[in-house]
């Protein structure tokens, strides 16, 4: 059974910082990217950074230049370094991941989310 297990989440003034942590564990398959999206009250889910297991990155334009993806392969674990955070980026946080395709066949996990919320 595939768990995703979220922190790092909370409360910030504008302008601070957090780092939001992803471990994945129980996927007898690769993981091929890992990826964090983020859901505002009254708003679509949306991605906010994804990275591929060779690296590859992409960012939300709202949040390139302030975010950072990163992971740890060996772990299974992705990174999400927020900077210069602003009170729009306040929404819940989830994290996912996609297996590597195996017959042509690939698997989506979702963590059960973490809050962030910019305010002062």
């Known amino acids: 059974q595939v768990q995703l297990v979220e922190s790092g989440g909370g409360l910030v003034q504008p302008g601070g910082s957090l780092r939001l942590s992803c471990a994945a564990s129980?996927?007898?398959?690769?993981?091929?990217?890992m990826s964090w999206y983020r859901q505002a009250p009254g708003k679509q889910r949306e991605l906010v950074a994804i990275?591929?297991?060779?690296?590859?990155?992409d960012y939300a334009d709202s949040v390139k230049g302030r975010f950072t993806i990163s992971r740890d392969n060996a772990e299974d674990t992705v990174y999400l370094q927020m900077n210069s955070l602003k009170p729009e980026d306040t929404a819940e946080y989830y994290c996912?991941?996609?297996?590597?395709?195996?017959?042509?066949?690939?698997?989506?996990?979702w963590g059960q989310g973490t809050q962030v919320t910019v305010s002062s």
């Open positions: 996912n991941i996609e297996t590597i395709a195996t017959h042509g066949v690939a698997y989506e996990y």
């Open positions: 129980g996927s007898a398959l690769g993981i091929y990217s």
């Open positions: 990275i591929t297991r060779d690296g590859d990155t």
